[in-house]
């Protein structure tokens, strides 16, 4: 199979670089194929390390991109989660499959046509406990919060604070927070009930779409 052979090779620099540890991610990686959330004319592409167009001026991202977010989350059974941009909605996927049938993963797209597109990936996918919801996720979804973890794949001007309250205490978040031309990916931990405490950890530099809606850039 074409998916596994292509994906085999990313793996092998994963374990030659150190930079994906985790087994589960490891494995959700081999277990979602990423042929499934790919525009049709791209999918020999799908196992190249290389975020892929996915129409509308929007990409679905860089295989090792998707694994440090992931990685960085430090996802476990059972947690809820909301993802700001679904894309393809590979990332929710991955998400999906780590934190298993007693999770749940909300994800936000701003761009109808992408919501869409999302959902018939997630069921050729048979993620079931992925919900795209149609929104401007810079605005969290406080339907379904607080949440254990929030993950934003577009790039943020600064922490959007209303993220930051719909984050549970100990709860993660990571985002990509700079200017336009490029951002630093941020792993912070929320320590105290308001969020005016926070643990910020630095995981590296990154070039992200832009983060649209009341707390995007304008
Ligand atoms: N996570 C995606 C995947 O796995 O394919 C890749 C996301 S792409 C890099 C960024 C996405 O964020 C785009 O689909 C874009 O439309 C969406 N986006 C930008 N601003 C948004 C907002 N305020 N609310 C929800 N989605 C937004």
Not at 57 to 82: D, H, R, W, Y
Not at 137 to 149: F, H, I, K
Not at 152 to 175: D, F, H, S, W, Y
């Amino acid at each position: 199979m074409t998916e596994g052979k292509g994906f085999e090779e990313i793996l092998k620099c994963w374990k030659h670089e150190k930079v994906i540890n985790d087994e589960k991610v490891i494995e959700a990686f081999r277990h979602v194929k990423r042929e499934l959330f790919v525009l049709p004319h791209l999918k020999e592409e799908a196992y190249v390390d290389v975020p892929l167009p996915i129409g509308y001026g929007q990409t679905i991202s860089q295989p090792t991109t998707i694994a440090i977010m992931t990685q960085g989350l430090e996802l476990k059974n059972g947690l809820k989660v909301l993802e700001v941009g679904t894309g393809s909605g590979y990332q929710a996927a991955i998400i999906g499959f780590i934190i298993g049938k007693r999770g749940k993963v909300f994800t936000t797209e701003i761009i109808h046509e992408l919501v869409d597109f999302a959902k018939q990936n997630l069921k050729k996918a048979a993620a079931k406990n992925v919900e795209v919801i149609e929104s401007d996720g810079s605005m969290g979804y406080v339907n379904e919060a607080p949440y254990d973890r929030i993950i934003v794949t577009a790039a943020c001007p600064e922490i959007p604070q209303v993220l930051a309250k719909q984050l549970k205490k100990n709860g993660i978040m990571v985002l990509p927070v700079g200017t336009l031309e490029g951002q630093k990916m941020l792993k912070v931990k929320k320590l105290d009930e308001e969020g005016k405490l926070f643990d910020v950890k630095n995981l590296g530099d990154f070039v992200f779409v832009p983060l649209r809606g009341k707390a995007g850039f304008r």
